[in-house]
């Protein structure tokens, strides 16, 4: 699926510079609605927990591409259907299938994999994990490539890729999780598989706060609305930075930095701001 054919699957009406609109993407293969700019994806195969496909992984894929024109959609939260977020990919409609597959193939599916990862890095939108129950192997992974995680004491995150016969370089876990977790703690997960548990995982720093069961969804999407709310087109810019800047030194990430923050300055919503701040009111932002 690529972008020019969701706007028609959509309904969608043209928009100047290929935008779009997508709250109402009939997705196939996972949950998808919007309500005030914030897009909520639900995995929702509760009787296997969750798990991943390759047409899932395809559209998931696809949809991220297509939030980078999205005009109604200003963040993201994924979350899993019957308390557990994702057990990864299925066992039965990928894992067994992988086993029968010539090397053309299986890199394929693996770029494909990447391919969602890079997606979910370089749409604008901030995306926000709730993280309840199992949290394992590419389930795992769409939570580290989100920006912010909130999970649950209960939930059990693994980066199971060893107990499989496989590396633990996976989706980009070995660029990424030490960055959030730290090398050495990152390596632990990666060569041994283990379970994190909730409170590990926050202590780790792998989870920004833990929620209620009961409240995760609500309190994860509570956060993306305040992050809705505010200077959308800065936050993409923080997220845009944020991603580039691991492969810049000091002297270029200072003047890449300068370079983006004077390109926010031209923007309406900093007038807003000012505006607000001299009237001693709260700004309304419009990401614009």
Not at 88 to 94: A, F, K, L, R, T
Not at 106 to 115: E, H, V, Y
Not at 195 to 222: H, I, S
Request: proline residues 5%; aromatic residues 8%.
């Amino acid at each position: 699926m690529s972008l020019p054919h969701i706007g028609p699957q959509g309904g969608q009406t043209p928009l100047p510079g290929n935008l779009v609109e997508l709250a109402d993407y009939p997705a196939q293969h996972f949950g998808w609605s919007v309500e005030n700019t914030v897009a909520t994806i639900t995995l929702n195969r509760p009787e296997r927990k969750n798990p991943l496909t390759f047409e899932s992984y395809a559209e998931l894929r696809d949809l991220f591409r297509a939030l980078a024109y999205a005009k109604d959609v200003r963040a993201v939260v994924m979350a899993g259907a019957g308390g557990n977020f994702c057990s990864g990919g299925d066992v039965h409609e990928i894992i067994g299938p992988l086993t029968r597959m010539d090397m053309p193939g299986l890199l394929a599916f693996t770029r494909m994999t990447s391919d969602l990862v890079k997606a979910m890095r370089a749409c604008p939108q901030p995306i926000v994990a709730a993280v309840d129950g199992v949290c394992a192997g590419a389930g795992a992974i769409l939570a580290m490539a989100s920006d912010i995680r909130y999970g649950t004491a209960r939930s059990k995150t693994a980066f199971l890729f060893v107990r499989v016969g496989l590396a633990g370089c996976d989706m980009g876990a070995c660029a990424m999780l030490p960055r959030i977790v730290g090398l050495g703690r990152a390596a632990e997960l990666l060569y041994t598989g283990r379970t994190l548990g909730g409170e590990e995982a926050e202590r780790w720093g792998f989870f920004n706060r833990l929620c209620e069961p009961e409240k995760l969804l609500e309190e994860a999407q509570q956060f993306a609305r305040s992050l809705a709310q505010g200077p959308t087109f800065a936050h993409a810019m923080t997220k845009k930075m944020l991603h580039q800047e691991w492969n810049m030194g000091l002297d270029e990430a200072l003047e890449a930095e300068a370079q983006a923050q004077a390109l926010c300055m031209t923007t309406r919503d900093f007038q807003r701001a000012y505006r607000a701040f001299v009237a001693k009111e709260k700004p309304v932002f419009e990401g614009d």
